[in-house]
């Protein structure tokens, strides 16, 4: 009998991640080899946003540097892990019975959101991965909604694994070092959040999909939808209250906290 996987969420930062002297790096290699081994990973990331659901279906997916002005080093690192597209028609069926029409996409490659944090947690790049797109035009229910119903597949070795930033002010993010000390505002985001997640109570969920009202500071740290979103995914693909694995800052402004709900 396969042992259900957690769903889970982690904040990726900037592509830099993968070389910055930073505890987030540390912690996302522990993370990999802490963790069961999956048969495959279902990556939502905040980079890859359509009109409706895409999954990338291919045997091989590409590396994607979807990212500029970057160091050299960064364009020559690829993830040539293979693509999971039985996963990927799966993934669709199951979306579309909860009546969320999901197309595949056998040219989409893995973006950074992807595969900056997968090659830390899992470096020989041997695990099958598909990747879903977020649809920030429909909202955070819906990807609530996305995450319920691809709940099934954490009972089939399957990691679902959500992909953005706890806070993610990208505006002020390269105005500070890259370890400074957390800025109030967003100290005071993350701490709101990991309350909500670890309280797992209905009236929390809903908080949490009202998040730039609710949240202190919400507009302010997350500006735009897309790192927050993927979070969503992770916690509707839950039974119920999370865990913060993980508490640390980049750039004073970028939460790099990670959650795992089992």
């Not at 070795?157 to 992909?163: N, P, R, T």
């Not at 949240?215 to 939808?225: A, D, L, S, V, Y």
Request: charged share 15%; aromatic share 8%; glycine share 8%.
């Amino acid at each position: 009998m396969t042992t259900a996987l957690p769903s889970l969420f982690v904040s990726h930062g900037a592509p830099t991640l993968v070389m910055d002297p930073v505890p987030t790096r540390d912690f996302l290699r522990a993370l990999g080899q802490a963790m069961p081994r999956p048969k495959a990973i279902l990556c939502v990331s905040a980079h890859w946003d359509t009109v409706a659901p895409r999954l990338g279906s291919g045997q091989r997916p590409h590396t994607i540097h979807d990212f500029y002005g970057f160091p050299d080093e960064l364009y020559d690192m690829t993830y040539p892990a293979p693509g999971a597209p039985a996963l990927a028609e799966r993934a669709a069926r199951l979306l579309g019975g909860a009546q969320i029409p999901a197309a595949l996409d056998q040219e989409r490659g893995l973006d950074h959101g992807a595969w900056v944090p997968l090659s830390l947690m899992h470096p020989q790049a041997d695990v099958p991965v598909a990747q879903l797109s977020i649809q920030s035009h429909l909202g955070p229910r819906h990807h609530l909604e996305m995450g319920r119903a691809l709940a099934p597949l954490r009972d089939e070795g399957v990691l679902i694994m959500a992909s953005g930033n706890a806070t993610h002010n990208l505006r002020e993010a390269f105005s500070l070092g890259l370890n400074a000390p957390p800025v109030p505002y967003a100290r005071e985001f993350a701490d709101w959040l990991t309350a909500r997640i670890e309280s797992g109570e209905a009236s929390d969920t809903d908080a949490l999909l009202d998040y730039l009202a609710k949240g202190p500071h919400g507009p302010k740290n997350h500006p735009t939808p897309d790192h927050y979103l993927p979070l969503l995914v992770a916690l509707g693909a839950s039974a119920g209250a999370g865990t913060r694995l993980h508490d640390g800052y980049t750039f004073g402004v970028l939460s790099m906290a990670a959650y795992a709900w089992n």
